[in-house]
Every structure is written in structure tokens, then in C-alpha cells.
């Protein structure tokens, strides 16, 4: 099955600073790549997401690039506030019929710290 | 809009006590999903359902029993709770698209905290 592994475990930043998390995933396959923020004591939300048939997709501060050849694809916050300090999650899954169903496979998180 | 609405949020269980975890959506959503969050790790699904009547396994699906008896709500079961299942328990739910299904975001609720002394 598939395999999303996440990088870095925690990140600390100064306010201002651009901040990067990288994942990589196993399954060729994959072709749907979500972003969720979870905030303390929230569910994760959905802030971007992108799929295989683009190399990088940017809402206002946030950003995602995508390398399918290389299997990674990361997460761009640009002007870090600190209400972007939460827990970062990677997913991957597969779209189209067959048992995808849009079962997501996570990447194990990060901690992303914005001092003020 | 309520989205997912998940109950209880925190419960204290012994050990061999049986409980449900309730998750009902108002988004009229075909397919639904329940996760555990261990510590220091990402979500791993437990039991999905792609419609009403409709449930199969995921990852983790020992231990926990699932039913689908109508498009709003799909609860989870601990027959027999034990220290390994201690965890926050979140449910989703997300939309079909199209025939050939095509990836929806999934929303969450605010999980439940299970804690099995």
C-alpha cells in the first residue's frame, strides 16, 4: 500500500520567515495530494490541495509544488504569522473508480512554531 | 451548516467496557470515514463507508465494528475496550464526484478523545 513519509517532525520560525515541509509517497499511483492544518483540539481542515495533472498550485500565502518523477511533493507558507503556528498533515490518494474511494494515506505531521 | 458533528468529545473507559463513538453529517455526503490520531503520528483509518448499507475496511480495523444505516450518520463500536485503543478518534466525510470518482476534500469533525484505563 501506500507510504507517506513527512519531513521535518517540527519546525520553528521567526514571523516573516517562509516556511517549507516536505513529503515524499510511495504509490505511482497517487494522484490527489491534500494539505490539512490541524489546530489545537480542532479536526484537520483542508487548506490546499493539488492534483497530479499540475506542477504547483498557490493560494495567496500558501503554495504547493509537486514532482511526480521524484515522488515529493511540499508545502510553501510565505510572510509566516503566528496564527499559522498548528500541526501540518501531508496526504496522498488515489482518484478514479475502482477501491480508491478517496481513502487518504497521512504523512506523520508537523509542528510548525511561528514566534512573533 | 453544523459539517461533522462527533460525540462524545472525551471519554474515560475500563478496560473491557464496550462504547460508540457517534459521528452524523449534515452535507448529504456519500462516503465516510473514521480515523484514529495516535501521538506523534498521522491519521490511519480505521473502517469507511461509501454509502448507506456500505462498509469496508482500512487499515487499522481491528478491534472496532462500523455500521452505515443511513447517509447521515456512521458510528463506530468498541465491543472490548483495551489500553492499545486509547487515542482521538476522528471521523470525515467527503462528496462522490462524477462516475469515475474524483477526489473531493474530506471534512472532519473535532474528534473524540478515548482514553481506556
Known amino acids: 500500500g501506500e507510504n507517506v513519509e513527512q519531513h521535518p517532525s517540527t519546525l520553528s520560525v521567526q514571523e516573516g520567515d517562509s516556511a517549507v515541509i516536505k513529503c515524499t509517497y510511495s504509490?505511482?499511483?497517487?494522484?490527489?495530494f491534500p494539505w490539512y492544518k490541524q489546530e489545537l483540539g480542532k479536526g484537520p481542515q483542508l487548506i490546499i490541495d493539488i492534483r497530479s495533472n499540475v506542477g504547483e498550485k498557490k493560494d495567496q500565502r500558501i503554495a504547493v509544488t509537486l514532482n511526480k518523477t521524484a515522488k515529493h511533493f511540499s508545502l510553501h507558507i510565505t510572510e509566516t504569522q503566528p496564527e499559522d503556528s498548528a500541526v501540518y498533515f501531508c496526504?496522498?490518494?488515489?482518484?478514479?473508480?475502482?477501491?480508491?474511494?478517496?481513502?487518504?494515506?497521512f504523512g506523520q505531521g508537523t509542528i510548525l512554531t511561528v514566534h512573533p | 451548516n453544523a459539517g461533522v458533528t462527533q460525540t462524545p468529545k472525551f471519554r474515560i473507559l475500563k478496560i473491557g467496557q464496550s462504547m460508540t463513538l457517534q459521528c452524523t453529517q449534515d452535507?448529504?455526503?456519500?462516503?465516510m470515514y473514521w480515523y484514529r490520531q495516535d501521538p506523534g503520528m498521522g491519521l490511519k483509518l480505521i473502517y469507511y463507508s461509501v454509502g448507506a448499507g456500505i462498509t469496508d475496511k482500512g487499515e487499522v480495523p481491528n478491534g472496532y465494528n462500523v455500521s452505515r444505516s443511513t447517509t447521515e450518520d456512521f458510528p463506530l463500536r468498541l465491543e472490548l475496550a483495551a489500553p492499545s485503543q486509547t487515542s482521538v478518534y476522528f471521523c470525515a466525510s467527503s462528496q462522490r464526484q462524477g462516475v469515475v470518482y474524483s477526489n473531493q476534500p474530506q471534512h472532519f469533525g473535532d474528534g473524540t478523545r478515548l482514553s481506556i484505563l
Open positions: 496526504a496522498a490518494s488515489k482518484e478514479g473508480g475502482g477501491t480508491s474511494y478517496g481513502k487518504l494515506t
Open positions: 504509490d505511482s499511483a497517487s494522484n490527489y
Open positions: 452535507m448529504n455526503h456519500n462516503y
